[in-house]
């Protein structure tokens, strides 16, 4: 494995992928429950 | 069957093992074979780790849970995505510097050798269960295609799948599994048109959706109560999801070697993170997706007659059986049922889109009430079943196959049945290369001392070669399971999980916790687990609450760091630690 330097791809830190992770996650599940109401 | 299906088939599938093959040239050294020697990219890292997750079960089972059971199965991975981001902060850093082959080999490092050979060993047990189940799955598919003895249809998919796996090793795994998911997702996607397509005239997707949402099936979010409170026997709610789908995820992506060598192919930690976190992104919408067509096929059928049993070699069996008498009678008033189902559903469908919500309100009753008759005209052809035919009578594995056979075009029925094949091969092969890691280095290695590298190699595909023989016979027994097998594998992962996972988190988190107490908190608590679980079946043990499989991930995580804690605290278990020491003996293998 190479050495790593850490340079984060998108984002400036990774604390911001993180956030963005745990963002899509609530937006999906936001989604999902007006989905559910709808058809329900 | 048709000529162009066969084709299809055997081009898809031979056309995969030679390229395999073909990838499969690596350095005949440990790292070369079962981590490629770290040299893969991130999107290779993130087709591995969802091309080793997603089994054929996926494929097979996701789409007849959603037809039976509705969509809320998806949320069951709300906590993955959580899951990718505490592995990125924490394990890949670690297991990356250490420069591991196995996760196990931290555990050396950071408590004892009887740790080590623990935590492999549960990981060992539960793999190879898991993995004889997913070999299994795609039998059934033979098995009903063909009429075969399941017996010689997993002898005969698991011999080709184990030839694959010896000749390739990590490279040709990972290689494979990218050109797998592309050939899946493509089919899945086909898959799903055509349900849109071939609904009657005048029924769009739309339509097909408010059918599946009026009869329970879209309810994608369920909160897990009940008049009587929350429901802790609940399998599947929002609740369950986040938490014990978090601890299962962590304990699956964290610490289960199948995955675990995913990742460690990575270039570097960079790579590592990205592909992890893009399978936090991509994974719940695939599922959804997989689930989607699911409901779709439930749309389908209740525009078009299903039959009384999907696993049509049950209803085969019953009519020559001495109760064809009363199937033929079954039969007649189901089909009448399924008649005015048809029409009841053609005019709720109507209703639906002229906006007449009086009609939709009354027909949407009617069908609900249609397709309980339905199904309580299934369930006692299952009674007749169980009585003339020694089969699993549950057929939700069987929907989707059984739409595939009867409804899609010729070609196309062909590469829905080579992409199963083809998802159990990636998941499978992913499984016997991390056994056979895990028995190499945890075990065999060292037990045995430093051997020769070019030994290692030739030895590492022997080991291959024997979980590959040791899967196939425990595929011999998964028809015994008698129920949906993405519960199956998901219910057995759970009884082992949490435990390994508590393990990790104590090595990680709760520096002053040694070898020993974890040891003898990890015995303890996989014994609670597996009690607690079991407990309905246990005499003296039935007074335990009954709860789902997703919650024995938390409890067995958290309670073992809990008692690992406590265990800590007595004198003569951290002085067992002082005595026995806990590091290497010199002449074995370090991690770096």
Redesign the interface.
């Known amino acids: ?4 330097k ?4 998108l984002f400036r830190t ?1 604390t911001q ?2 956030g963005f ?2 963002g ?2 609530v937006a ?2 936001v989604f ?2 007006l ?2 109401k ?3 | 069957m048709t000529l162009t299906d066969w084709i299809v088939i055997a081009i898809t599938l031979i056309g995969i093992v030679l390229y395999g093959l073909y990838r499969s040239r690596t350095t005949k050294n440990l790292e070369g074979y079962f981590l490629s020697n770290r040299s893969l990219p991130w999107y290779m890292v993130l087709l591995s780790i969802m091309g080793t997750q997603a089994s054929a079960i996926t494929f097979l089972s996701g789409p007849g849970q959603a037809y039976a059971d509705g969509m809320r199965f998806v949320q069951y991975y709300f906590g993955l995505p959580l899951a990718m981001v505490v592995i990125c902060i924490t394990f890949v850093p670690i297991f990356n510097r250490l420069k591991v082959l196995t996760a196990y080999e931290f555990l050396e490092s950071r408590f004892d050798t009887k740790t080590r050979f623990l935590t492999s060993f549960l990981f060992l047990l539960q793999r190879a269960l898991s993995t004889g189940i997913s070999i299994y799955a795609p039998s059934i598919i033979l098995s009903s295609l063909f009429g075969w003895d399941i017996f010689w249809t997993n002898i005969i998919m698991g011999g080709c799948l184990v030839i694959y796996t010896v000749s390739g090793g990590a490279k040709a795994v990972a290689y494979t599994q990218q050109i797998q998911l592309v050939i899946i997702f493509a089919a899945m996607f086909l898959a799903g048109y055509m349900v849109v397509h071939l609904m009657p005239e005048g029924v769009s997707f739309v339509d097909a959706l408010h059918v599946g949402g009026k009869l329970e099936r879209l309810n994608v979010i369920t909160s897990g109560t009940n008049e009587n409170g929350f429901n802790w026997n609940d399998r599947y709610n929002i609740w369950s999801g986040i938490i014990g789908g978090f601890f299962l995820a962590l304990s699956y992506f964290g610490t289960d070697q199948s995955q675990v060598g995913r990742y460690l192919t990575a270039q570097n930690n960079t790579e590592s993170r990205l592909g992890l976190l893009m399978n936090g992104l991509v994974k719940i919408p695939m599922q959804f997706f997989i689930l989607l067509i699911g409901v779709l096929v439930f749309a389908f059928y209740q525009f078009n007659a299903a039959p009384l049993s999907f696993n049509t070699s049950l209803v085969d069996d019953a009519r020559v059986s001495p109760y064809r008498d009363s199937v033929s009678l079954l039969q007649g008033r189901y089909d009448s049922v399924n008649k005015v189902k048809g029409q009841t559903a053609m005019a709720f469908a109507r209703a639906e889109k002229n906006g007449n919500s009086d009609s939709v309100q009354i027909l949407s009753r009617q069908l609900r009430e249609l397709n309980g008759q339905t199904e309580g005209y299934r369930s006692q052809f299952k009674a007749i079943s169980a009585r003339v035919s020694s089969k699993d009578t549950n057929d939700t594995n069987y929907v989707f196959l059984a739409f595939v056979k009867q409804h899609l075009p010729a070609g196309l029925k062909g590469l829905l049945i080579a992409i199963i094949f083809l998802a159990a091969w990636g998941s499978i092969a992913a499984a016997l290369n991390s056994l056979a890691s895990s028995t190499v280095v945890d075990f065999h290695q060292r037990l045995a001392g430093e051997d020769q590298p070019i030994n290692e190699y030739h030895l590492s595909k022997w080991h291959t070669l024997g979980w590959g023989i040791f899967c196939i016979l425990v595929a011999q027994f998964a028809n015994k399971l008698g129920q949906s097998l993405i519960e199956a594998v998901n219910v057995l992962g759970s009884l082992f999980y949490g435990v390994i996972l508590g393990i990790f988190l104590v090595a990680f988190y709760v520096k002053r916790v040694k070898g020993t107490a974890t040891f003898i908190a990890a015995l303890i608590m996989e014994l609670f687990v597996v009690v607690l679980f079991f407990n309905e079946r246990i005499p003296f043990m039935k007074f335990l609450p009954d709860i789902s499989f997703l919650w024995m991930n938390a409890i067995g995580a958290i309670g073992l760091v809990l008692l690992a804690l406590l265990l800590q605290q007595f004198r003569g278990v951290s002085q067992w630690d002082e005595k026995s020491g806990s590091k290497m003996p010199s002449g074995k293998r370090q991690p770096a």
Do not use: H, Q, R
């Open positions: 494995m190479k050495d790593d850490e340079k984060v791809p990774w992928w993180y992770v745990i899509f996650l999906l599940i999902f429950y989905f559910t709808f058809f329900s």
